[in-house]
């Protein structure tokens, strides 16, 4: 069972473009983190959010957790070529986290 | 710092072979997970150990055994590969929040 839903699958912008990706559940999660991942490479953590109604910034990315911590989203603003990856949401019970299916972005120079 | 790494990078095994991945972690971490990564599927866990001998099942574990006897390495098997493992297996680690991941292996069953 998919515990967490990402949308879009996919996404392709050119670069300058703002953008959002979202990744919502029906569970409720201690904390939910989000993760880059790169072809080839094993995904890397961006943010960890844990308290409902968090919003949190790296440089021009902005994280949000809902207020009922089950759903989140991720911000991009003026996205360059280097944003383009494979952006994994994951949320927590007990020892474990449960990963989303990703959505793949490409951003085109 | 190597962090989290995964031994081989590549493999090719035939139905019904034998094979162990290597995981090696140097951050003193308690907590090693085996994911793998399929189009579609996302991460799904595999096994994880929350300490030195100790290891617990994930979300589909049927196939592969583990074992965690020194606190930075945790070992995956696979006893009699099927073409339904073919996939790409990451193993990660963590102390408290946030998982550091291995850079991967491909494994293909033929």
């Known amino acids: 069972t998919q515990l967490l839903e990402q949308s879009p699958q996919f996404l392709s912008i050119q670069e300058g473009e703002n953008l959002t990706v979202y990744c919502n559940s029906s569970?409720?999660?201690?904390?939910l983190q989000w993760y880059r991942q790169e072809p080839g490479e094993g995904p890397v953590l961006l943010v960890t959010?844990?308290?409902?109604?968090e919003v949190k910034k790296l440089k021009r990315l902005t994280f949000q957790f809902g207020d009922a911590r089950k759903d989140s989203s991720l911000h991009i603003t003026a996205a360059q070529p280097g944003d383009t990856g494979l952006y994994l949401c994951?949320?927590?019970?007990?020892?474990?986290?449960?990963f989303g299916t990703g959505t793949s972005l490409t951003v085109i120079p | 710092n190597a962090g989290v790494t995964q031994t081989p990078k590549f493999r090719v095994l035939k139905t019904g072979q034998s094979m162990t991945l290597l995981c090696a972690q140097d951050m003193n971490h308690e907590y090693m997970y085996w994911y793998r990564q399929d189009p579609g599927m996302g991460l799904r866990l595999i096994h994880y150990?929350?300490?030195?001998?100790?290891?617990a099942k994930g979300e589909v574990p049927d196939g592969y055994n583990v074992s965690r006897l020194k606190k930075q390495n945790f070992l995956l098997g696979l006893e009699s590969a099927a073409p339904s493992q073919t996939s790409v297996y990451f193993c990660a680690s963590s102390r408290t929040q946030g998982y550091t991941f291995g850079s991967g292996t491909r494994l293909t069953v033929v």
């Open positions: 994951a949320g927590a019970e007990g020892n474990q986290f449960y």
């Open positions: 959010v844990v308290t409902g109604g």
């Open positions: 569970s409720v999660f201690s904390s």
């Open positions: 150990s929350v300490g030195e001998g100790t290891t």
